[in-house]
């Protein structure tokens, strides 16, 4: 098992940027591809960005691509997410997930492990 703890949700204006970072402790923490996953008020949660264990692949979702940038600290167990260009649509509880897949679908399969989410809220 890895335990998660996000950080830096907050409140910023439209166009705006803020940085989660999402601490990881327990089992090695360089063998788990790492992604961020967000859930806004009467959706169902919905993929973000994911970048693999060694940090040499990212991939990202269509909505954020150019705008959040996904990056991983192997040596302080901590996984990024920098949101730059924010929308109101943004706005959302991003969740930190730790997971171990080498398919095709790596970034959004075989996830088991998720942090307890953090608010980021976005005002027009």
């Known amino acids: 098992q890895v335990q998660l703890v996000e950080l830096g949700g907050g409140l910023v204006q439209a166009g705006g940027s803020l940085r989660l970072s999402c601490a990881a402790s327990?089992?090695?923490?360089?063998?788990?591809?790492m992604g961020w996953f967000r859930q806004a008020p009467g959706k169902e949660r919905e993929f973000v960005a994911a970048?693999?264990?060694?940090?040499?692949?990212?991939y990202y979702a269509e909505s954020v691509k150019g705008r959040f940038t996904i990056s991983r600290d192997n040596a302080k167990n901590t996984v990024y997410l920098q949101m730059n260009s924010l929308k109101p649509e943004d706005a959302a509880v991003y969740y930190c997930?730790?997971?171990?897949?080498?398919?095709?679908?790596?970034?959004?399969?075989?996830?088991?492990?998720w942090g307890q989410g953090t608010q980021v809220t976005v005002s027009s």
């Open positions: 327990g089992r090695t923490f360089s063998n788990y591809n």
């Open positions: 997930a730790a997971g171990i897949s080498y398919g095709a679908r790596w970034y959004y399969e075989g996830y088991g492990n």
């Open positions: 970048i693999y264990w060694s940090g040499g692949r990212t």
